[in-house]
């Protein structure tokens, strides 16, 4: 490579770097809007206009012609990119790739949508209390229009439709094809999976589900549990908030947060082991001069969701784990746990419900409630379905994938935040992130050996150093299925996460 090159590349790392500091300052403000923020007085409209002017000094610097210029002499230049798995053919791709996307967007839009979905989501909080849903219906109609509108100034391929082009800011190269493709053999097999679950005389007991343990203790045992699994406290923390997330600042400054309900211990270790896994991803991609790259990133959404789901569900509700964690119930909740038999805590962690909420659904049905918002969404993109006439479709999409008759709009069509918050073409990333984390975990099971016995001795180092070695150290290499084939020789498929669900539930319910 030439020396004009050098400079430019060297010229584009030291931007992202900068535009880096600014991310992660955003996220920090974020972070400490949901866990620390004091709740009066105008604290959180000003810290809304904090965050916001953030937002607009990263999209003035991602969206810099100079930017367009260093990326063009870079790849022009041959040699810099000639090892496309190498960091700098990563970041001029990746790069080029954000760039390409920023510029796209008309900023008159850019803060069209950040005004009406801040605006949206306060609403949509609102009327989910009283379960209004007309009083949030306009502002969903202006939410739709603007998405179709971004989703029209992206483009998509021929042969794609418009949903493809929002799916693709979070799962690059996502298409609603491929998505189908996946959702529409799984479909038919988990329903006829959770009908034989159900009609099973051999139901497991809600023993976990029914206990009531102080949030103190339960803080305790769960610090306990993502300490033990390998998330370092070093390099992180661990808060309370409404809705548990993780945010990495820096992959030696990772937040995450969960919750707390006295009768909710099972949510509590199972939303604390979800986000370790993204914490622990965070903490293990490339550092040093990757930081604040795109090779120092993560993989979009489902890769991310792979290790989250992994942990909460793989390693958190199988036997293994359970042999090892359930000598800790009695060490933290002294006599409280005492009747608890390791068998009825097994079974209960694993019960499967048909309810209506996505957040507490179990591991069968889960899935089902991500199908029918992603062909609510698809509809809405193409126009076909106006924010009116979404409550019977979603009520009757209900019904036809988890048999139950919605009884109000509170926890039907408005119980998730993401639509307020113009997040349209996300949810599909939470199922590919179940199937991916089944696919990985049968290729780290081949290469381990058996792992539940290695959970059961309290050893997690094994799959933590393998997720290291084959996901964590590749940042932003690999695109998810590409990840996929490089790591397990296959592209993603949904046999492994039927696999997974059938040879654990089968037993458990007596079939
Ligand atoms: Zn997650």
Redesign the pocket.
């Known amino acids: 490579m030439n020396i004009q090159t050098r400079s430019a590349y060297d010229l584009l790392i030291a931007h992202l770097k900068d535009v880096d500091l600014l991310c992660a300052t955003k996220k920090l403000l974020t972070w400490d809007q949901e866990t620390l923020l004091p709740p009066g007085g105008a604290s959180a409209s000003y810290r809304a206009r904090q965050v916001a002017q953030l937002a607009r000094m990263i999209h003035e610097r991602m969206t810099d012609r100079r930017v367009d210029e260093w990326l063009s002499a870079c790849e022009a230049d041959g040699l810099l990119t000639a090892d496309a798995d190498g960091a700098a053919a990563v970041n001029v791709r990746e790069t080029r790739r954000q760039y390409d996307r920023a510029t796209k967007l008309p900023s008159r839009l850019v803060e069209e949508i950040a005004r009406v979905s801040s605006e949206s989501t306060h609403l949509w909080a609102e009327a989910r209390k009283t379960n209004d849903y007309a009083r949030f219906a306009p502002t969903l109609q202006r939410v739709i229009d603007l998405c179709r509108e971004k989703a029209a100034c992206y483009g998509h391929a021929p042969g794609g439709e418009p949903w493809d082009a929002l799916a693709d800011g979070y799962e690059p190269g996502c298409t609603a094809a491929q998505v189908e493709q996946l959702f529409t053999p799984l479909r038919p097999r988990l329903v006829r999976l959770v009908d034989q679950l159900l009609g099973s005389r051999h139901q497991p007991d809600d023993a976990l589900h029914r206990l009531k343990l102080p949030k103190e203790q339960q803080r305790a045992f769960v610090t306990d549990v993502v300490c033990a699994i390998g998330f370092d406290f070093e390099r992180g923390r661990l808060d309370e908030s409404a809705h548990p997330f993780c945010l990495p600042l820096h992959r030696d400054d990772v937040r995450m947060t969960t919750r707390f309900a006295d009768d909710m211990v099972h949510d509590a270790l199972g939303s604390t082991m979800?986000?370790a896994g993204?914490g622990m991803y965070n903490q293990n991609v490339p550092g040093g001069e990757h930081v604040g790259t795109p090779m120092g990133d993560a993989v979009r959404l489902s890769i991310?969701?792979s290790q989250?789901r992994m942990w909460e569900n793989h390693v958190g509700r199988s036997l293994g784990f359970w042999r090892w964690c359930h000598p800790m119930l009695s060490r933290w909740f002294g006599s409280a746990t005492a009747g608890l038999s390791l068998e009825q805590v097994y079974r209960s962690i694993n019960l499967v419900q048909r309810q209506f909420i996505r957040v507490e659904a179990d591991e069968a049905t889960y899935n089902l409630h991500i199908m029918m918002r992603f062909d609510l969404e698809r509809a809405m993109m193409r126009g076909d379905l106006t924010a009116g006439d979404l409550p019977g479709a979603w009520n009757e999409a209900f019904s036809h994938y988890l048999g139950l008759r919605v009884p109000d709009d509170r926890r039907g069509v408005m119980q998730d935040i993401h639509w307020a918050q113009a997040m349209i073409g996300y949810f599909p990333t939470y199922t590919l992130?179940n199937i991916l984390a089944a696919q990985l975990y049968e290729a780290a099971s081949r290469q381990l050996g058996d792992l539940e016995a290695q959970f059961a001795a309290g050893r997690f180092e094994g799959l933590r150093h393998w997720l290291i070695e084959n996901v964590h150290s590749h940042g932003m290499r690999y695109r998810s299925a590409e990840l996929c084939r490089v790591v397990t020789g296959e592209p993603p498929s949904v046999e492994p996460l039927m696999r997974h669900l059938e040879g654990k539930l089968k037993p458990i319910y007596g079939l």
Do not use: C, V
């Open positions: 979800h986000e993204h991310h969701e989250s992130g």
